[in-house]
């Protein structure tokens, strides 16, 4: 084994950490929140710099590299909490995309990693308290889709939808979901776009009749592999946010006095802090076992998945917190960055299936002799 | 030992339920029950409610226009208040300042103030805590200089909550920069007067209560000191030792969780075994600080060093967090959706009443830090209690 | 409301708090837990105090106290960790009679208040799970037993049980169960005695086809009597144990020197303590919530005395791990006091119902709507 | 990067796991993995079986009769092992004492004690803590006093594992008594000299691994000091770095997760869907914690500051506790019954797989406590790495 960065792996991180530095300080990132949340250049940027397609091989339009190449991206990402996108653009939908072997996948993948175009995929359901099989949404013999969706994040900036449907089954079977390739402004399309508390966008999306192209007939599946890579990444970003909010409160703390003493000094603070520390590598062994067993049977694939969502859940939830909690008073003002550190880390347990949800699928096989 | 409540008091509190549901506007309750920060108007309309039926000062004196109630009413008062969605009202002015007056102050102070107030006509802004003192209070910096009949006031308050709103401002100043917590006097301030500039802070949960006011050459007229000079820090421990029974806020957190219990049957996540363990578990914590604050309330007048108050400070603060999270996650995918304060129409989707949940999530981190962070609570219950 | 204690009460707590000074100082009940776990003597002492009745009516033989003097005392036993089964006997059993309404059992009750007699309860089974009405024992129409009860504590020392069997219904109904009493050595009744981690004894018990005394032919009522009871007074047992413990650990932290400095001067010690006073009066506020209310309606009380196990199991498990951890290696030897601390509290979460079993009856009232 | 084992390990495992099914009898590993302490004659047995095949010393260099494995063949072994129920060998002197010997040792001192320790001819124990030293082994106060061919040894040892069947005691002694850390030596104490008291300590889980060592003018002969004088808590050091990786004790955890899993569905406790979650949370701790063992392993050489022996030893220690936890709630009402070490017949009614289950969760409340402290470790974390 070997957890070392490779040449190529230690560019990309280098040239994200820097790009950054210099577009992507606290203030700016702030701006971009309350404004529309998205920048075209910064997307530019990341198709230029070949960041679109970290994951993918050459022949699918990337640098050549995988799931380990997204995930280091996704790490600096986290740091700067970025809002652009990235992951549900071009790691859960790409590799949705990937997953469904459609004759027009690679093209469209292609053209996600040269920025030319944004798909996103519209699978989540209110009623689906993440069990990822949850499809209520329905497609006619004809392909007319009828249903909502909900937390499509990163629609307000898409042009395509992938939209899983239900041809036949009961809500919650793996099998009779079909994925549709839908135009965001197509007839039937219906979008309601709101922000989110870390300063994301995402839309709630009726569709009433709306037609699309059939990508896959079973799509679970895809639906499956998509998610798979999203967790990762989505762990890969928590690990980059939770790093940079321990510093963060590591360095205030080495300069906040109070009684006399800088609060660095008190042992419970300290500790603390050790604790901090503690989950975030806690979390990062977690994602490098799962991201090496990404390739492994998806039964398998899934526990790995859950084990990672739990522990991602419960660092994330601790580290913000109490990232929070050392600041004292300025931490809970929107005009200090730790504060966005905690919502962002707070989000990240409740996405894509929370850390209990994932707790639940963990257990479900223990008890049936797991 | 007598471990149950008179129910003589059942009887009032039907009364005050009764009440409630007449004189509470529906629209008021919902809007409260929503959880956001309380609207001025809400406020101000709520006071003169109460004003009119006597009950705006639960907790005052007969003599200074209190309803006479004994603690067991102000209690089951508040309780049934926050139930029933009634908006905030001038905490700071009713429960911390009005004390101070009525106990320290001269006839004449009662009498400037003490009225407006109950009436609704004035509102308070309460100043202790400073940039640099933290939970710190002796190391306050904030200075006021007699000068003829005046004191001019400079320094710097941070989270002065709704000062934005207030009419006058109460603090905590020094009077003698030598001296620590003997230097400290308890002043009243005009909020217009000039010299006075209030900027607006807000919290991670995008509204805005918390402020800072700058004290830049302030002056009051000196009879605008409470009690004695140097003597303030006294008065406010005094106060704040009176209302360490209520640290846990029963209230709210009973809210909190009966809001909770609803969103999570609204939303069927209350069908997840493991989520309802979880909010179980924060039901039992309720209980048994529940009755630590009655244990509190009934042992006031006993004089241990018992630290009640910094037990119920922590653990009511943590089950307030804790009961936002769940609050949150009974949300489902609707957990992380901004739903912008004071907006009525054009909301993202989702449940209406769980509109302010993740506002008042992202707030409430505060409560475990101030008042005394819940460390440094931990520490007076070591240091006092325990003698470590 | 009134917490302080009256006469009546400050007389018990005070004459339990001398005795057990004089008699039942750590190494003299050492030697008792790994000798036969039980002093005549001193029951006769419980008797002639009046203890064994603290809890009861003077027609039913007592002092004319009720529950809380009994949890008073109980609170006194568990500071010094009583093994004689106060509770089993003068609690558990002497309740559940009393919830009969039968014709003997006020003066069974006389006879156990006054020493003459040892009853205890044999209704536990190794499927109940934290289930009260889980009965599977069975009893035929002519009033023979049949079945396994298990941790009956104290039967070692009685010379009559009450069995729970069921003449109808199935393992679970709450009506349909009987009660009768057995003497110890009737013909079928079978008994394999132990010993506890916390030094007391408990039996298992067969019964094949033994033959008792029908004492209530629906008994499910005087069950919860007699168990509301005891998880009181074991709730009080437990406060009086944790606060012990937290004071030894107090004492003793203030004395042990590490890297020059007394324990208590780390402040992540101070803490920690804090906490175990913090978790110690959470118990007793949950306790005298449930005392002040023990004779509200069924429904109502099992909710309460659910909380209240709920927070006595969390809080006896954090006092007395942490009880140990600030001893260092001390705390793990058996010829040292607060180890035995530890075994009392870890066992007073599991017994009459775990802290998780009831945690689940309080969870499955709220889904109820509650 | 590369985030897998390599495959060609599995054949590995399966050759150790054929063996293991092959030459460990039956009842030694049912009585191992009822987990009681192992006794003095399974050990034995156990070490000459392993001495047969050559695979006594695992980690053991090949010139000094080891199998020649790699780290990750040690690691496969061991947990291999664990889970195959094989009894405790002697741990301190195959991982501890015997590196120190052949690193710093003469070829003499290599020659009279490796190949007898390896053909389990003889038995070590260690002597690291002092009775007023617990976590701070710097404040170390038995004395070696160099007389003439000898050193005269006075002083306690205490918490030292299984010494009441040892030959030989591995101590750190202090020989210059004015220098704090830099006047440790590392010496071999003859167990059963003149001057040797071994008193055992009996654990609350009622078993006897522990002993309190008196040493009083017990003599050595000056070349039972391994390596320089003054230099012993440099090679203490030293391994217990080399060990940091494997803090977090994954092979035992593995395999005690394993039997809680086991025992629950014995129990039906299983099916209680709440035991089952905790459960769960445990398997996702152990397999992050796994992986973390592994980067260690793996970035050994790395030499960083990063302080991944603090944190495994945090929460590996924690989550054996939380099992043990575990698994005497799946017992039930057998949870809290006193199974008597060593005992084969009229053994108290419970499944037997549960029967050891008790004294090793009472026992393991040491594990936070001893090779540092929990407390000790968040201190070194803190201080080493967040420079705080």
């Known amino acids: 084994m070997d957890f070392a960065l490779d040449e190529m792996q230690t560019m990309i991180k280098d040239s994200v950490a820097r790009w950054a530095e210099k577009e992507y300080d606290f203030e700016t990132r702030r701006k971009l929140a309350v404004g529309n949340g998205f920048?075209?250049?910064?997307?530019?940027?990341?198709?230029?710099?070949?960041?679109?397609?970290?994951?993918?091989?050459?022949?699918?339009?990337?640098?050549?590299?995988?799931?380990?190449?997204?995930?280091?991206?996704?790490?600096?990402?986290?740091?700067?909490?970025?809002?652009?996108?990235?992951?549900?653009?071009?790691?859960?939908?790409?590799?949705?995309?990937?997953?469904?072997?459609?004759?027009?996948?690679?093209?469209?993948?292609?053209?996600?990693?040269?920025?030319e175009t944004r798909v996103v995929l519209a699978h989540e359901e209110v009623k689906a308290m993440g069990v990822l099989s949850h499809v209520s949404t329905s497609a006619g013999s004809d392909g007319s889709i009828n249903g909502v969706k909900t937390l499509v994040i990163g629609a307000p900036f898409a042009s395509k939808l992938i939209v899983s449907a239900r041809t036949s089954g009961e809500a919650r079977d793996q099998s009779g979901i079909a994925l549709y390739l839908v135009a965001i402004d197509a007839p039937g399309v219906e979008r309601k776009d709101y922000r989110l508390a870390d300063g994301t966008r995402a839309s709630e999306i009726s569709f009433r009749g709306a037609k699309g192209e059939l990508i896959a007939a079973d799509g679970f599946a895809a639906l499956d592999r998509g998610y798979a890579h999203?967790?990762?990444?989505?762990?890969?970003?928590?690990?980059?946010?939770?790093?940079?909010?321990?510093?963060?409160?590591?360095?205030?703390?080495?300069?906040?006095?109070?009684?006399?003493?800088?609060?660095?000094?008190?042992?419970?603070?300290?500790?603390?802090?050790a604790d901090m520390l503690t989950e975030l590598e806690m979390t990062r062994s977690a994602l490098y076992r799962a991201l090496g067993q990404l390739d492994t049977d998806p039964a398998k694939r899934r526990l790995n998945l859950a084990a990672l969502k739990v522990q991602l859940g419960k660092s994330a939830r601790f580290v913000g917190a109490q990232a929070i909690q050392l600041h004292g008073g300025i931490g809970v003002t929107e005009e200090y960055s730790i504060g966005h550190y905690f919502k962002r880390l707070t989000f990240i347990d409740s996405v894509y299936g929370s850390g209990a949800q994932h707790l639940k699928i963990l257990a479900k096989a223990i008890q049936a002799g797991n | 030992?007598?471990?149950?409540?008179?129910?003589?008091?059942?009887?009032?509190?039907?009364?005050?339920?009764?009440?409630?549901?007449?004189?509470?506007?529906?629209?008021?309750?919902?809007?409260?029950?929503?959880?956001?920060?309380?609207?001025?108007?809400?406020?101000?309309?709520?006071?003169?409610?109460?004003?009119?039926?006597?009950?705006?000062?639960?907790?005052?004196?007969?003599?200074?226009?209190?309803?006479?109630?004994?603690?067991?009413?102000?209690?089951?008062?508040?309780?049934?208040?926050?139930?029933?969605?009634?908006?905030?009202?001038?905490?700071?002015?009713?429960?911390?300042?009005?004390?101070?007056?009525?106990?320290?102050?001269?006839?004449?102070?009662k009498q400037r103030w003490l009225p407006p107030l109950l009436a609704g006509d004035q509102y308070w802004g309460?100043?202790?805590?400073?940039?640099?003192?933290?939970?710190?209070?002796?190391?306050?910096?904030?200075?006021?200089?007699?000068?003829?009949?005046?004191?001019?006031?400079?320094?710097?308050?941070?989270?002065?909550?709704?000062v934005h709103y207030a009419d006058l401002i109460f603090c905590l100043v020094k009077t003698d920069p030598e001296a620590k917590q003997r230097g400290i006097s308890f002043v009243i301030v005009d909020a217009k007067a000039p010299g006075v500039t209030i900027r607006p802070i807000i919290d991670i949960g995008e509204g805005h209560s918390l402020n800072e006011v700058f004290l830049d050459n302030v002056r009051i007229p000196a009879d605008w000191l409470i009690g004695e000079e140097n003597k303030g820090w006294g008065y406010g421990k005094l106060l704040l030792d009176n209302e360490r029974a209520y640290s846990a806020e029963i209230p709210r957190n009973k809210r909190t969780l009966a809001r909770l219990k609803k969103l999570a049957h609204e939303t069927g996540m209350i069908e997840d075994e493991g989520f309802a363990l979880r909010v179980a578990e924060a039901e039992a914590d309720l209980s048994a600080l529940e009755f630590m604050t009655l244990r509190a309330m009934a042992e006031k007048a006993g004089g241990t060093n018992f630290p009640v108050g910094s037990i119920l400070k922590i653990r009511g603060s943590e089950l307030l967090q804790k009961l936002g999270g769940l609050q949150v996650e009974a949300l489902g995918p609707y957990g992380a959706v901004v739903y912008p304060h004071g907006a009525t129409n054009d909301m993202p989707p989702g449940p209406a009443i769980g509109h302010g949940v993740l506002a008042d999530f992202m707030y409430r981190r505060a409560v475990t830090i101030y008042g005394g962070s819940n460390e440094i609570q931990r520490t007076i219950i070591a240091k006092s209690y325990l003698e470590l």
């Open chain 1, 230 to 273: 999203a967790l990762v990444n989505l762990a890969a970003e928590g690990v980059g946010a939770m790093e940079r909010a321990m510093w963060i409160t590591r360095d205030y703390i080495k300069t906040r006095k109070q009684f006399g003493r800088t609060l660095n000094e008190f042992q419970v603070l300290q500790h603390r802090m």
């Open chain 2, 1 to 109: 030992m007598k471990l149950q409540i008179d129910p003589k008091y059942d009887a009032f509190r039907e009364e005050v339920r009764a009440w409630l549901k007449e004189a509470l506007p529906a629209d008021m309750a919902a809007r409260t029950l929503q959880c956001y920060h309380t609207t001025i108007e809400d406020r101000r309309a709520w006071s003169k409610i109460l004003a009119a039926k006597g009950w705006a000062g639960p907790a005052w004196p007969k003599q200074y226009g209190g309803p006479g109630w004994d603690e067991w009413q102000v209690m089951i008062f508040e309780e049934e208040c926050y139930l029933a969605g009634t908006p905030m009202v001038d905490e700071a002015g009713f429960k911390l300042c009005a004390p101070v007056i009525w106990t320290f102050g001269t006839d004449e102070q």
């Open chain 2, 126 to 162: 309460q100043g202790f805590s400073e940039p640099n003192a933290g939970s710190d209070l002796a190391s306050l910096s904030t200075r006021a200089v007699r000068d003829g009949d005046e004191y001019v006031i400079n320094g710097t308050k941070i989270w002065t909550t709704d």
């Open chain 1, 39 to 115: 920048s075209e250049e910064h997307w530019r940027t990341f198709a230029e710099m070949g960041w679109l397609g970290a994951g993918l091989s050459e022949e699918d339009g990337g640098l050549g590299g995988g799931a380990e190449e997204s995930a280091i991206l996704a790490e600096e990402f986290g740091k700067v909490l970025l809002l652009e996108p990235y992951l549900p653009v071009a790691v859960l939908a790409t590799q949705c995309l990937l997953g469904t072997g459609h004759a027009g996948a690679r093209e469209l993948v292609q053209a996600i990693a040269a920025g």
